[in-house]
């Protein structure tokens, strides 16, 4: 920064800010002030590249064929000359900045970060709206549907333009997943603001599940790499794990028959499981009907996928699996599924087998982070309430007591 103490009786311009080397002790005023600078210039940087963008495209449609030749030719010996490729690296860049600071202040001063996202601050509010609209632009042109061959094919005029779409886009999920991403072991009361501003105005979720579904279709070539996918699912799990979804529409409904045919498959990402275990919470009689619509046979494979993970103590994926069969209300959860996690018979087998769960949660350090206790708390509380336990503890003091001293150990 090129002064570190700005006169207070002088305003700050952006030429007194140097964001090649940002001073984050400063004031919160002064790093918003910062924040706000690399936010407009992100915006200025999309609005240049998005012009150049539709005049190079209009000029495509008025070459004849050996005119655009002729272009990609010059393009092939002198790439440097090609400004929508320049402007696309300034506006990556500008990407990166954002990217940078918000990661960097939330590690050394969440609270300032708490106090720029508010719903006041028309600059974020801004750029909320920016990175709505690039996703739902790559939403609204890439349905999951043939359309995107043909899509992809437009950019294949220029080889050197086929990954500017898919960059953007993944630029954009990396963002929103810094501003969301909940850090370890960390009660970040900003990243739980983000999330709910993310989620109470704009429709992130039908978007990112869009992107996710195009990435995995066997008929295309993922346009993102798998550090982007991981980072979509994460995103997806961070908006929706105390969010109710912005709308349960047909690309939601697909991104579940996705994920369900994944699991089906063996593939057992924990996201995956994520996902399932936040909605069927949060959206449940929803939800329920989107499992209660597919076929028996597809039903039979999930629940027999699930009580294999339980079966096999598949570190991290037990209580998920557990919440989502109580969610699904899975009859033979009792006399099936609980029971195969004691080692002995016990006349309060549902509490043992819960309290097992959580025990090995505790004792496994690997996987004993803030979100699988959060996981775990929200696991007791279905459990509670599911129709078996709550009979018992309406009707059976004796079974109350035994939860408490349960939990108190």
Not at 134 to 146: A, I, P, R, W
Request: charged residues 25%.
């Amino acid at each position: 920064m090129k002064n570190n103490r700005i006169p207070t009786d002088k305003q700050p311009s952006d030429a007194d800010y140097d964001l090649n080397n940002i001073d984050y002790s400063v004031s919160g005023s002064e790093l918003s002030a910062i924040f706000n600078i690399i936010v407009k210039k992100l915006l200025n940087n999309y609005d240049n590249y998005s012009k150049s963008t539709q005049r190079n495209s209009k000029k495509h449609g008025e070459d004849t064929e050996s005119t655009k030749i002729d272009y990609e030719l010059e393009n092939l010996e002198d790439k440097s000359s090609n400004p929508e490729l320049n402007e696309l690296d300034e506006l990556l860049q500008c990407f990166d900045e954002l990217i940078e600071f918000v990661l960097t202040l939330k590690q050394q001063n969440s609270f300032v970060l708490l106090i720029i996202f508010q719903k006041t601050n028309l600059i974020v509010i801004n750029l909320i709206e920016f990175l709505n609209k690039l996703l739902n632009n790559f939403y609204s042109k890439n349905e999951f549907t043939n359309s995107y061959k043909p899509y992809s094919s437009d950019f294949d005029l220029n080889s050197d333009l086929a990954e500017c779409n898919p960059s953007i886009v993944g630029k954009t999920i990396q963002l929103l997943h810094v501003i969301t991403n909940q850090p370890q072991n960390n009660d970040d009361e900003s990243t739980i603001y983000c999330c709910n501003l993310l989620t109470s105005s704009f429709n992130f979720t039908s978007p990112i599940a869009n992107v996710l579904l195009i990435n995995g279709s066997s008929d295309n070539k993922p346009i993102l790499n798998e550090q982007y996918s991981k980072a979509c699912l994460d995103l997806m799990n961070h908006l929706t794990f105390n969010n109710r979804l912005f709308t349960v529409d047909t690309y939601i409904k697909k991104f579940i028959f996705y994920l369900i045919d994944r699991i089906i498959k063996s593939d057992l990402r924990p996201n995956y499981f994520q996902f399932l275990s936040n909605i069927l919470r949060n959206e449940e009689a929803e939800i329920s009907k989107i499992f209660k619509s597919m076929d028996d046979s597809i039903m039979r494979k999930v629940y027999r996928q699930l009580i294999s993970i339980i079966k096999e103590n598949t570190n991290g994926l037990v209580l998920l699996s557990l919440i989502i069969l109580i969610k699904l209300e899975y009859s033979d959860l009792f006399a099936i599924v609980l029971p195969i996690k004691l080692k002995a018979k016990s006349i309060y087998e549902p509490i043992d087998c819960a309290m097992s769960a959580l025990n090995e949660l505790n004792m496994n350090k690997k996987i004993n982070s803030s979100l699988q206790r959060l996981n775990a708390l929200n696991f007791l509380y279905e459990f509670v309430k599911c129709e078996p336990v709550k009979c018992l503890l309406e009707g059976n003091d004796d079974y109350f007591d035994v939860l408490m001293f349960r939990l108190n150990q």
